[in-house]
């Protein structure tokens, strides 16, 4: 039989689990969508591919044909931690890409995502979705995923068809390529209950060649695996990218 003590015991925890369950709800109704864009710059114009009006740092003339790269556990920063998004996005510069999230109503100072995806991600093999192989940035299970792959051609390249390939990625002990981003944005971003915001966020490709490391075509006109050239390359991720506008 069971006693008054039990009783109410039972009725407590059946009541924390209502009230949990009902502030969770209402949690996930008050949320708000923040739409970001991607685009993509060079030489202060926008990057069109096969266009071949480029010149790096080190006044090397190229012409990009592909540019891809992954973005994973974006949020947004402030004194209570915003929750991460767990998908991850393909985005590529043939398309007008952008990711839609929801985020909590409150005053926003940062945006943070990473470029790459997590080892756990990469141990799993061939997926569906943006980690579909179909995609193209899929190498094998033992080396994962390209987190960023760029393609395109270059009087300064000494491989063959004068073409550049850099496809970065490496998961692995000392060959990790994964860079965490973190943005400041120029005015502080207010979400309301409801609200839809958009954010575009700007790759600036004359970062790449140049940054926290040099990387001239005719230096490297291949990064194909993981290794040191592919950290160092990813070392100029987080230079890369700036929030252009809030609205």
Same mark, same amino acid.
């Given at each position: 039989m069971m006693t008054k003590g039990m009783q109410i015991k039972l009725f407590s925890v059946a009541l924390a689990i209502l009230v949990s369950c009902t502030q969770y709800g209402h949690a996930q109704n008050n949320k708000a969508k923040l739409v970001v864009k991607f685009e993509t710059m060079a030489n202060n114009k926008p990057l069109v591919l096969g266009d071949s009006g480029y010149v790096n740092e080190f006044a090397e003339s190229y012409t990009? =044909?592909?540019?891809?790269?992954?973005?994973?556990?974006?949020?947004?920063? *402030? #004194?209570?931690?915003?929750?991460?998004? =767990?998908?991850?996005?393909?985005?590529?510069?043939?398309h007008e890409d952008s990711i839609s999230i929801w985020a909590w109503p409150g005053l926003? !100072? #940062?945006?943070?995502? =990473?470029?790459?995806?997590?080892?756990?991600?990469?141990?799993?093999?061939? *997926?569906? $979705?943006?980690?579909?192989?179909?995609?193209?940035?899929?190498? !094998? @299970?033992?080396?994962?995923?390209?987190?960023?792959?760029?393609? $395109?051609?270059?009087?300064?390249? !000494?491989a063959d068809l004068q073409r550049i390939e850099h496809h970065i990625g490496g998961y692995q002990g000392p060959n990790k390529a994964v860079r965490q981003i973190e943005l400041n944005l120029q005015q502080p971003l207010i979400i309301n209950e409801g609200d839809q915001k958009e954010m575009t966020v700007v790759l600036n490709l004359d970062k790449y060649w140049k940054g926290q490391n040099d990387i001239s075509?005719?230096?490297?006109?291949?990064?194909?695996?993981? $290794?040191? @050239?592919? #950290?160092?390359?990813?070392?100029?991720f987080p230079g890369m990218f700036t929030v252009k506008i809030v609205k």
């Amino acid at each position: 039989m069971m006693t008054k003590g039990m009783q109410i015991k039972l009725f407590s925890v059946a009541l924390a689990i209502l009230v949990s369950c009902t502030q969770y709800g209402h949690a996930q109704n008050n949320k708000a969508k923040l739409v970001v864009k991607f685009e993509t710059m060079a030489n202060n114009k926008p990057l069109v591919l096969g266009d071949s009006g480029y010149v790096n740092e080190f006044a090397e003339s190229y012409t990009i =044909t592909r540019l891809k790269y992954y973005i994973s556990n974006i949020s947004l920063g *402030q #004194k209570i931690n915003s929750p991460a998004s =767990t998908e991850v996005f393909l985005v590529d510069a043939a398309h007008e890409d952008s990711i839609s999230i929801w985020a909590w109503p409150g005053l926003y !100072t #940062k945006m943070i995502f =990473t470029l790459g995806i997590d080892s756990a991600l990469n141990n799993s093999g061939a *997926q569906d $979705g943006a980690l579909d192989p179909l995609n193209g940035m899929f190498w !094998t @299970w033992n080396s994962g995923y390209v987190y960023f792959k760029m393609e $395109g051609f270059s009087n300064a390249s !000494t491989a063959d068809l004068q073409r550049i390939e850099h496809h970065i990625g490496g998961y692995q002990g000392p060959n990790k390529a994964v860079r965490q981003i973190e943005l400041n944005l120029q005015q502080p971003l207010i979400i309301n209950e409801g609200d839809q915001k958009e954010m575009t966020v700007v790759l600036n490709l004359d970062k790449y060649w140049k940054g926290q490391n040099d990387i001239s075509i005719a230096s490297k006109a291949l990064i194909m695996i993981p $290794g040191e @050239w592919a #950290k160092k390359s990813a070392d100029n991720f987080p230079g890369m990218f700036t929030v252009k506008i809030v609205k």
